[in-house]
Structures are given as C-alpha cells and as structure tokens.
C-alpha cells in the first residue's frame, strides 16, 4: 500500500535556523516524491520534486531509498518560509494514471 | 496561462441533496484530478480523467461520481450528501507525460448542515 506519514503536525523555528521537514513513505516500486506547500490564502504548489535534483527558495530534499525518507530541508528559514507543507508520493500506472498520496502535513512557522 | 479555476468557490447544502463542482483546467492540460481535503483525513484522491474517461479512481462510495468534457472542463458530482462531506474539493490538471507537475485550484468549500 502507498502511504507517507509526517510525523510532525506543527513545527516552529527561528529566522535563520536550520529546518527539516520530515517525510516517510511506503511504496513498493519506484516511487515519485513531491513537496507541496501551501502558503496562507494561497493554492497548493508545487516547491520540489526528488526527480530533478534541484533546490527551490533554498529548500532541498533528498530521496532515501534505505530509510524510505524524503525530508525536505533549509539551512536558513525566512519568514516568508511560514507555511504548510505536503509530501506527495505519486505512483504512475501504465496507462498514465498519476494518483498523488500525500501526508498529513506540517505547519511550519518562523518565528522572527 | 490562467490558472486551474474551480467555481463555486462556496457551497452550503443540507444532508441528502446533492452537488455538483466544476473544474477548468489550464489550457492545453487534458488531466483532471479531484482531491477531497478534511482536516481528519487530509488530502485524499478521489479520481482521474483524462480524454473524458475516468482513468483511476480512489476509495471513495458510489456517491462520488465525476465527469470530463471534450474540452477537457470537469465535473464532479456528490449525491445524497452526508455531513462528512464537508470538506475543501480540490482540482488538479496536468500536462499528460510522465511525470509532469500536477497544477492545483484553489478549491471549492463544501458545507453539508
């Protein structure tokens, strides 16, 4: 069964801390994962994908396919980092179907 | 590009009566997802069109329908409302290609009283 748990709900930090949000998942085959964030009064977006290795507004995350992790990281946070944040796993079948799994999300805040 | 559009924004019903919401995906995306969101379950997929054909279909009742159009504009359809209902209803529209970036709305606000 495809599952991602984020163990925490709420995280809080200060300007200028390191931050990592954590991502577990469960999937049986090669599993595509995502971070969604959702800033105050906005829509859900896209911030990274495992896939393209890059690091979007600072942030980083790095498959694990050992641990079965994909924590999302950020050396430094910024207030406007202040948010809520989905990791996605996505299982593409052979018809193309994408289904995204997410977690329950962490609200992440930085304090100033 | 305007973005995925979802309309109504808001919507009250009462227990039994049923609902319909509309999804336009962005121009040139032929999938469509539905996403039901609660604060207990999350955020939960419901089902997948793509050329006006459900293609994938999550653990929701029967009560859950959906469909597409030939401009790829979506509906989904809830009979018989529930109280559990209640929840935010997102769409999502995608390019087909694998894998490309799923684009969200800003969701409609289901109340059921």
């Known amino acids: 069964a495809q599952r991602v748990t984020q163990p925490e709900k709420l995280l809080s930090v200060f300007k200028g801390a390191p931050v990592e949000l954590k991502c577990n998942y469960s999937?049986?085959?090669?599993?595509?994962l995502f971070w969604y964030v959702q800033y105050s009064r906005q829509r859900l977006q896209l911030l990274l994908r495992h896939i393209s290795r890059e690091s979007i507004k600072g942030f980083t995350a790095d498959l694990n396919k050992g641990e079965t992790s994909f924590h999302l990281k950020k050396p430094f946070a910024q207030e406007e980092d202040s948010a809520m944040y989905y990791c996605a796993l996505s299982g593409l079948t052979q018809g193309g179907s994408e289904k995204l799994v997410f977690g329950k999300g962490t609200k992440l805040t930085v304090n100033p | 590009k305007a973005g995925v559009t979802q309309t109504p924004r808001y919507l009250i019903k009462t227990r039994g009566q049923q609902v319909t919401l509309s999804c336009s995906p962005i121009s040139g995306h032929r999938s469509v997802s539905w996403y039901q969101q609660t604060p207990g379950q999350g955020l939960q997929f419901l089902f997948e069109?793509?050329?006006?054909?459900?293609?994938n279909k999550g653990n929701f009742p029967g009560r859950f329908s959906g469909r597409q159009f030939s401009n790829s504009r979506s509906e989904m359809n809830v009979s018989t409302l529930e109280l559990g209902d209640s929840a935010l209803y997102l769409c999502a529209s995608r390019r087909e290609g694998s894998p490309d970036t799923q684009y969200f709305g800003p969701g409609t606000r289901l109340t059921v009283l």
């Open positions: 999937y049986s085959g090669s599993p595509e």
């Open positions: 069109y793509f050329s006006e054909t459900q293609r």
